[in-house]
């Protein structure tokens, strides 16, 4: 998922003109099967590491919810210092990003009685906003073109609504059909398959392509953790979450570190112009 269409390439227009001062390079990582794969292990360590930080730290549901969000507040500014994508950084904060956006969506269910139809909708239209002035603003949702604060920070509001969002839906999707664990993976990766089908053989939209599947990846990971984490009783295979967001944080660990040496996902600032998501 990463051609591009006409329609979906790089601005340059008034709109990104006024978004700032435009950086040389591009903030976030080349779309690769390492980027797929990464975002998958982290969506699984956002639903293991939450169940786990709940259960071991005693501090209650909100209380872990407060300090995982300002741990994520400091590897966001972080972030947003530094001059080009780097990988540690990056994926340090998309894995607290899958941390915090399960725990918003399991505050509102379990903490506020909130439906998961509710929630699910509120997320799906608070993304649709942030992608509304997103593109408004800068006539473009390519990551490919994260190259100003403003784009940065609309790209990062966008991953925690979709973390957010899809953590909702999963749930929901789940407790509806009544699938299993193994069998929602199974579902939610066919339907990314179908989004990948779409795009190569109908020519879906690929910045849509890409969000769409963005989202699909945090149910999908979430299924396989919980498969793997919970109980033998309860449809999982009883690792828990412990061994199992050690396990995927180990690889996570390995996998960013040979993208750190190799530089296999770094957008050069000459490759940049003419491509989306």
Same mark, same amino acid.
């Given at each position: 998922? !990463?051609?591009?269409?006409?329609?979906?390439?790089?601005?340059? %227009?008034? @709109?990104?003109?006024?978004?700032?001062?435009? $950086?040389?390079?591009?903030?976030?990582?080349?779309?690769?099967?390492?980027?797929?794969?990464?975002?998958?292990?982290? &969506?699984?360590?956002?639903?293991?590491? @939450?169940?786990?930080?709940?259960?071991?730290?005693?501090?209650?549901? !909100?209380?872990?919810?407060?300090?995982?969000?300002?741990?994520? +507040?400091?590897?966001?500014?972080?972030?947003?210092?530094? #001059?080009?994508?780097?990988?540690?950084?990056?994926?340090? +904060?998309?894995?607290?990003?899958?941390?915090?956006?399960?725990?918003?969506?399991?505050?509102?269910? /379990?903490?506020?009685?909130?439906? $998961?139809? &509710?929630? &699910?909708?509120?997320?799906?239209?608070?993304?649709?906003?942030? =992608?509304?002035?997103?593109?408004?603003?800068?006539?473009?949702?390519?990551?490919?073109?994260?190259?100003?604060?403003?784009?940065?920070? =609309?790209?990062?509001? #966008?991953? $925690?609504?979709?973390?957010?969002?899809?953590?909702?839906?999963?749930?929901?999707?789940?407790?509806?059909? /009544?699938?299993?664990?193994? $069998?929602?993976?199974?579902?939610? +990766?066919?339907?990314?398959?179908?989004?990948?089908?779409?795009?190569?053989?109908?020519?879906?939209?690929?910045?849509?392509?890409?969000?769409?599947?963005?989202?699909?990846?945090?149910?999908?990971?979430?299924?396989?953790?919980?498969?793997?984490?919970?109980?033998?009783?309860?449809?999982?295979?009883?690792?828990?979450?412990?061994?199992?967001?050690?396990?995927?944080? #180990?690889?996570?660990?390995?996998?960013?570190?040979?993208? +750190?040496? !190799?530089?296999?996902?770094?957008?050069?600032?000459?490759?940049?112009? %003419?491509?989306?998501?």
């Amino acid at each position: 998922m !990463t051609s591009e269409t006409p329609e979906t390439s790089t601005a340059r %227009g008034p @709109a990104a003109a006024s978004s700032g001062h435009r $950086l040389r390079w591009n903030k976030v990582p080349e779309v690769t099967v390492y980027f797929w794969v990464i975002k998958v292990l982290c &969506t699984t360590v956002g639903e293991t590491a @939450a169940d786990m930080l709940n259960e071991k730290l005693g501090l209650g549901l !909100t209380g872990v919810s407060l300090l995982m969000s300002m741990v994520l +507040a400091v590897v966001l500014v972080v972030q947003f210092r530094t #001059a080009a994508y780097r990988p540690g950084v990056y994926w340090l +904060a998309v894995a607290l990003i899958s941390i915090v956006g399960t725990l918003i969506s399991d505050n509102l269910t /379990d903490n506020m009685g909130v439906p $998961l139809t &509710t929630s &699910t909708t509120v997320f799906a239209v608070v993304l649709a906003i942030v =992608f509304t002035v997103w593109y408004r603003r800068e006539r473009t949702l390519s990551i490919h073109s994260i190259d100003s604060l403003s784009r940065e920070s =609309f790209y990062w509001l #966008a991953v $925690l609504f979709t973390f957010a969002l899809g953590t909702a839906a999963g749930d929901l999707v789940a407790e509806r059909m /009544d699938l299993g664990y193994w $069998l929602s993976a199974v579902l939610f +990766a066919l339907v990314i398959v179908a989004v990948a089908v779409a795009r190569f053989t109908l020519d879906l939209n690929a910045v849509w392509s890409f969000w769409i599947a963005y989202v699909l990846t945090r149910p999908l990971g979430a299924s396989v953790g919980d498969y793997l984490s919970q109980p033998t009783g309860a449809g999982g295979l009883g690792l828990g979450t412990v061994v199992t967001s050690v396990l995927f944080l #180990a690889v996570i660990l390995g996998l960013v570190a040979y993208l +750190a040496v !190799t530089r296999k996902d770094v957008i050069e600032p000459e490759r940049l112009g %003419g491509r989306a998501a």
